[in-house]
């Protein structure tokens, strides 16, 4: 991994520049890799001599009961450690496979950022302050218990029911004991809630790096997918509602929206910087994506061009030409190297000349509309107010002022008109998305190598002085944390009342569907909600129940899949294997009885948009072997289609009929309703 040091244009298009940017984070997913439980843990361990893969490796661990623990580990060379010290587990998967190698019952389960731990009673206390906007130490050593995860990916509702219960629960109890009581716990409320929030966003760059980096595939297209769309959704109020089908496009769509801005936010950084006469150089990510980029200045230009006119829109850090602090600055600076026109060279090449250059600013590229300042080199608490902006401005109004948009019109058309000025001109003030810029930083930071350890020193502590959050741990001891979490999970996966007896409730919880209607359901949750908890409703996992269990299991996959299908092109021929489509048709006839509305709908559209005889009837047979009042009118809905020819009308006619498989069009050699009309 390099910096790249580049002043203005150079010699790289607008072009390359977009091209660049537009290699996010979440890059194309690889393929499921074939898995195989062995009595220890199996680990792809990198070799040193790959540059592709040196940075990650992946290791698998199977936990009794039919699960698995797939851990991602990065090589932190930018953290100063001991050699063996280099590889930190960073992130953990639970999938639970039912004991066997089909993908298709597999489920995942829980996922564990291993730098995310419970916080001390000292910071907990600190997090309930209001107005307190800084952090006041570290967390020194893991707990022993096993680590928090952050959330389960097969039960993403139970995370918006909890905030509706909290919301309930603080209306009743809390907020009628005054303001310093409400103030208090919105305070703590909103620090938990961001704390968690970081490590969802760096838990989904190390995902995605390392997929980018072309490591052993750890998850399957759907899977990864699956991951990083229910982790995006946990930034919307009810984002755990959405359902699979809709994850997938709503990860695609803020991929799109985050790859623009990026690109946006490069060469607007880059332009200012050259219209101003300073540096601008990417800081680029271990898969070579810029997600931050640093200003710097010549010292000799700050000595000549005194008085020199500058605009710090975009830029939003003072005029370097009348601070006379950069005359003769004690802080840090480098040294290098230029030809005659301005292109950065090494120190050997020929004509080279050496400048002294000052660091100015580091920005990150994710806002919306403009650069967002991360550090001022020279005034801490530029970025520190900007931090402080929207926390303050929503404090203030709703813990002090008692405002709410919802029952105060003066200050609803107020905060509107605000909110909408600060995004239309991209105002770097109440940014909602500064926390994910952060986030990424601090993960930049750990695994960058090639920044000279006194920047990447300076950068980290200005850093750590910018943070709000006082449950916040800094990288070399969150380091250090994810170690001692990591072997405290190890050690819960090996207890037969540990990982293993949670896995067996979870899935007794999974069959309460099978079990009950709709109307129970509701009923079970309510005492669930009421009991705080301590009441949940399992069923008896008997071999029946299991069998049950894998059947809904495999259901799911297959109706997901066909639904994706049939959303997904005009042709399903040309993007789609017509056998793995008729394989899902296929399951989802054998037992009809589970299949959903949603099965009936794929199934028809799907027959729609094929000229594949086998597959056409695939479709019919599944929806006249269904129950449901909606796989007969998806049958009636297709013999009334006037698109469809006559010979296969007859067909859907004589499946809605329940006349069986017989079909009109044996007796001229099975050939499709189209070969027939032509020899009318």
């Not at 070799?47 to 090589?75: M, N, W, Y």
């Not at 909290?166 to 409320?189: C, F, H, M, Q």
């Not at 994810?482 to 405290?488: H, L, R, S």
């Not at 729609?608 to 129950?627: F, I, P, Q, V, W």
Request: glycine letters at 6%; proline letters at 5%; aromatic letters at 8%.
């Amino acid at each position: 991994m390099r910096l790249r040091r580049l002043r203005g244009l150079g010699s790289i298009s607008h072009l390359g520049y977009i091209s660049l940017s537009l290699l996010f984070l979440f890059s194309p997913l690889a393929q499921i890799a074939s898995r195989a439980q062995t009595p220890s843990s199996q680990s792809d361990v990198a070799s040193d001599s790959d540059p592709q893969t040196k940075l990650f490796r992946l290791e698998t661990v199977p936990v009794a009961g039919g699960a698995e623990l797939i851990t991602i580990h990065a090589r932190t060379e930018g953290l100063q450690s001991e050699a063996d010290q280099k590889w930190i587990p960073l992130v953990t998967v639970l999938r639970d496979t039912l004991g066997d190698l089909d993908p298709e019952n597999d489920r995942l389960r829980y996922l564990w950022p291993l730098t995310y731990t419970r916080p001390t009673v000292k910071q907990r206390l600190a997090g309930a302050i209001p107005f307190l906007y800084t952090r006041i130490g570290n967390k020194r050593t893991a707990s022993g218990k096993a680590p928090p995860p952050v959330m389960d990916l097969a039960a993403p509702e139970r995370q918006v029911w909890e905030k509706v219960f909290w919301t309930a629960l603080k209306n009743v109890l809390i907020d009628p004991y005054g303001a310093p009581v409400k103030a208090s716990s919105e305070s703590y409320r909103r620090n938990i809630a961001d704390y968690r929030k970081s490590h969802i966003i760096r838990a989904l760059s190390v995902l995605s790096l390392y997929q980018a980096m072309n490591g052993p595939a750890a998850f399957s297209d759907s899977e990864m997918a699956e991951i990083q769309g229910r982790l995006l959704l946990t930034n919307t109020a009810f984002g755990g509602l959405v359902d699979d089908l809709h994850v997938q496009r709503y990860y695609e769509k803020q991929l799109t929206g985050i790859r623009d801005q990026r690109g946006h936010n490069w060469e607007l950084l880059r332009q200012r910087a050259e219209a101003e006469s300073l540096h601008f150089e990417p800081l680029q990510m271990p898969d070579g994506t810029a997600t931050h980029a640093m200003l710097w200045v010549a010292k000799a230009d700050v000595a000549s061009k005194q008085g020199h006119p500058y605009s710090g829109r975009f830029l939003n850090i003072a005029a370097p030409w009348s601070d006379k602090r950069l005359i003769d600055w004690k802080g840090y600076s480098e040294t290098r190297y230029f030809d005659a026109e301005n292109r950065p060279v090494t120190e050997e090449t020929a004509g080279a000349r050496a400048v002294e250059m000052i660091p100015l600013a580091l920005y990150g590229l994710d806002n919306p509309k403009i650069p967002m300042l991360l550090v001022d080199f020279r005034d801490t608490l530029n970025p520190k107010k900007r931090e402080m902006s929207r926390r303050a401005l929503e404090d203030v109004t709703k813990n002090v002022l008692a405002l709410s948009p919802f029952g105060d019109l003066s200050y609803f058309l107020g905060r509107t008109v605000f909110d909408f000025v600060t995004g239309r001109r991209g105002m770097d003030i109440n940014q909602p998305s500064r926390l994910r810029t952060y986030s990424q930083l601090k993960l930049l930071l750990s695994l960058n190598d090639s920044l000279n350890p006194q920047l990447r020193d300076q950068i980290d502590d200005r850093l750590e002085k910018v943070s709000l959050n006082p449950l916040e741990n800094d990288l070399a001891v969150e380091a250090r944390l994810a170690i001692g979490q990591y072997k405290a999970l190890m050690a819960y996966a090996r207890q037969a009342d540990g990982l293993p007896a949670k896995l067996d409730r979870d899935r007794r919880s999974e069959m309460v569907p099978l079990e009950h209607g709709r109307t129970a359901q509701v009923f079970l949750r309510v005492a669930n909600i009421l009991s705080l908890g301590k009441y949940a409703h399992r069923e008896k996992a008997t071999p029946e129940m299991e069998a049950r269990l894998d059947v809904a299991r495999r259901m799911s996959y297959h109706t997901r899949l066909l639904r994706k299908i049939s959303k997904s092109t005009p042709q399903i021929e040309v993007a789609w294997d017509l056998d793995e489509v008729k394989r899902s048709l296929q399951f989802l006839a054998q037992h009809a009885a589970e299949a959903d509305s949603g099965a009936a709908s794929a199934a028809a559209k799907i027959f729609m948009l094929t000229e594949d005889g086998d597959t056409r009837r695939a479709c019919l047979d599944t929806l006249s072997r269904m129950n449901r009042g909606r796989a007969k009118d998806e049958l009636l809905r297709l013999s009334e289609d006037k698109r469809l020819d006559p010979a296969w009308k007859a067909i859907v006619v004589s499946y809605l009929n329940k006349s069986g498989p017989e079909d009109p069009l044996a007796s001229s050699g099975n050939k499709t309703g189209a070969d027939r009309v032509e020899q009318r």
